[in-house]
Nanobody, 119 residues
């Protein structure tokens, strides 16, 4: 199985920045899309940003211009730089990856990291 491990969450004041990182580990796999989802208190999980294996990106409207997603294919990592944070961005942030391994494709999820933005 491929494991995703996130890091970088924490508490920050509104207007501040945080950088989330996610690393995939395992053997015999390749990854297509990598991305970040979030789930705030009492809310549904939503897509924040996604990056393809060729570097194309897509963002939720609410974070465009504030967040930047990037990946390192050689290291199987994906980062999310979050700037000008708002209190409504408080949520658990989850890393995802579309994994190809042993002839099958599936979406792997990380355990999540808490981001809290204080007003």
């Amino acid at each position: 199985q491929v494991q995703l491990v996130e890091s970088g969450g924490g508490l920050v004041q509104a207007g501040g920045s945080l950088r989330l990182s996610c690393a995939a580990s395992g053997s015999g796999f390749s990854i297509n899309d990598m991305g970040w989802y979030r789930q705030g208190p009492g809310k549904q999980r939503e897509l924040v940003a996604v990056v393809t294996s060729t570097g194309s990106t897509n963002y939720a409207a609410s974070v465009k211009g504030r967040f930047t997603i990037s990946r390192d294919n050689a290291k199987s990592t994906v980062d999310l730089q979050m700037n000008i944070l708002k209190p409504e961005y408080t949520a658990f942030y989850y890393c995802t990856a579309t994994v190809m391994r042993m002839g099958r494709s599936y979406v792997a999820w990380g355990q999540g990291t808490q981001v809290t933005v204080s007003s």
